[in-house]
């Protein structure tokens, strides 16, 4: 199969050939197997589902939890001469009929739909006797309860599945801890003999390094020393809007090229701030977790964290904007023992304590000695777990707590123990490091 998908890739796509991690998911998926494949961003996650599609017997269904990706692949591979349809969002009269038509005549190789609207089209499909060929599921760490991107609907998949009459599955997640690769296979229903892939998340042209401090000031004088000690692009990353605002002021004070970008600012504002920052007017922006979607700029050298943020995957991500080209590039994160008081306070306002929580529910007269957002939460409780319906069960709240303590304590651990940096990161994915490419451990 391996010589046939080539010969596709290199008519549809353009390539000269599968990268070696790309062919290690398509071995199992040509043998029918189940697969999940963990792929860092920029892996060449869809064409591990594309040109099988287009080599099946029967259409491939793509789930993607957004519309605007599934529209984006779709008009994509229109461009490229192969058919694809979306069902996702609001449709057109008729578009559903139109496209389960097609897939009927064999004419339909790929089919993108929402987690959502995949229920309702299992029956519809089965009804016609349309044969599957496989399933594919993009952003699979949806399926995960306790994890930050739930979607419910993925929960529902499994059932799809067995609808469907089982066709094989390919499942895609860019972070996945061992855990939740779990949690991903036992609701998708995975059958023996299933296939696991998992790609290297290390960069080796990356150095990290953690420096502590005793006080802000401290942590803006190191941040001006590096700063000034390089002439090249650099991100700071802080927690509050407020302090990233603060911080690009004292840069300018200091005569460095720096402005802030937070989601807080006006549209207009925030393009300003990235379009100089990609043509190197801004040197520095200094900027909440919103700078994250879009920013594809190769030669950032610098990552530097005014405070770690709340999870190993989070600072993985926004320090990964470092040496996207593949140059020698450095993550750097200030810490002061006390730096977990905030995300620890978030928590308390996020998951307020069960017995307050169901004290507002039932007595709302006490609700005005209690801040906004502690009763914006009181209130997304009471919508997932529906009190008026009767007793309330705790579990899964409880659980995303846990999850979200574990993963701050993670951070703490990054940033408290004497131990190889890359090391420690990359164990949180699973993944053991081999040789250090450098951090301020090892050297
Ligand atoms: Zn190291």
Redesign the pocket.
């Known amino acids: 199969m391996l010589p046939d998908a080539t010969r596709l890739l290199q008519h549809h796509f353009g390539y000269d050939g599968f990268r070696p991690l790309q062919q290690r998911v398509l071995a199992p998926v040509f043998e029918g197997r189940d697969v999940l494949a963990v792929l860092p961003t920029g892996g060449g996650k869809s064409l591990c589902y594309q040109v099988p599609a287009l080599l099946a017997a029967g259409p491939t269904i793509v789930v993607s939890p957004l519309i605007a990706l599934m529209q984006d692949q779709v008009a994509r591979l229109h461009r490229q001469g192969i058919a694809a349809v979306t069902l996702g969002g609001d449709l057109a009269p008729g578009a559903r009929d139109a496209a389960l038509r097609e897939m009927t005549a064999g004419r339909l190789p790929l089919l993108y739909v929402s987690p959502e609207r995949l229920r309702g089209l299992a029956p519809l499909i089965a009804a016609r006797g349309i044969r599957i060929a496989r399933l594919a599921i993009d952003e699979a760490h949806c399926v995960v309860e306790w994890g930050h991107d739930f979607r419910p609907a993925y929960r529902r998949i499994g059932e799809a599945r067995a609808m469907l009459g089982d066709p094989p599955v390919t499942a895609l997640t860019g972070t996945a801890t061992p855990d939740v690769r779990e949690a991903i296979t036992r609701s998708l229903r995975f059958r023996a003999g299933a296939a696991t892939v998992v790609g290297s998340f290390d960069r080796p042209n990356l150095h990290?390094a953690v420096r502590r401090v005793s006080c802000d000031d401290e942590r803006l004088a190191r941040l001006l020393a590096v700063v000034r000690a390089q002439d090249a692009p650099a991100i700071l990353y802080g927690p509050t809007r407020n302090l990233v605002e603060g911080i690009a002021r004292a840069l300018l004070g200091a005569g460095v090229a720096a402005a802030p970008y937070h989601a807080g600012m006006q549209a207009h504002e925030r393009r300003g701030v990235l379009e100089g920052f990609l043509d190197d007017r801004i040197r520095v922006v200094t900027a909440t977790s919103a700078f994250g979607m879009g920013i594809d700029k190769p030669d950032v050298e610098l990552v530097a964290h005014w405070t770690a943020p709340a999870s190993p995957e989070a600072y993985y991500q926004e320090a990964g904007r470092a040496g996207r080209d593949g140059r020698p590039a450095r993550c750097l994160l200030f810490a002061h023992p006390r730096d977990d008081a905030m995300p620890r306070r978030q928590l308390e306002v996020t998951y307020p304590r069960e017995r307050l929580v169901e004290a507002l529910w039932t007595a709302p007269a006490l609700r005005q000695r209690h801040a906004a957002n502690v009763l914006a939460s009181v209130d997304r409780l009471a919508e997932e777990l529906r009190p008026d319906r009767g007793r309330v069960e705790w579990g899964g709240v409880r659980r995303r707590r846990r999850e979200a303590e574990r993963r701050l304590a993670a951070m703490a651990r990054y940033a408290n123990a004497r131990r190889?940096?890359?090391?420690s990161l990359l164990a949180w994915f699973g993944e053991q490091?081999r040789r250090?490419?450098?951090?301020?451990?090892?050297?």
Not at 420 to 423: K, P
Not at 437 to 443: I, K
Request: hydrophobic share 30%; charged share 20%; aromatic share 8%.
């Open positions: 990290f190889c940096r890359r090391a490091v250090c490419g450098g951090c301020d451990v090892c050297g």
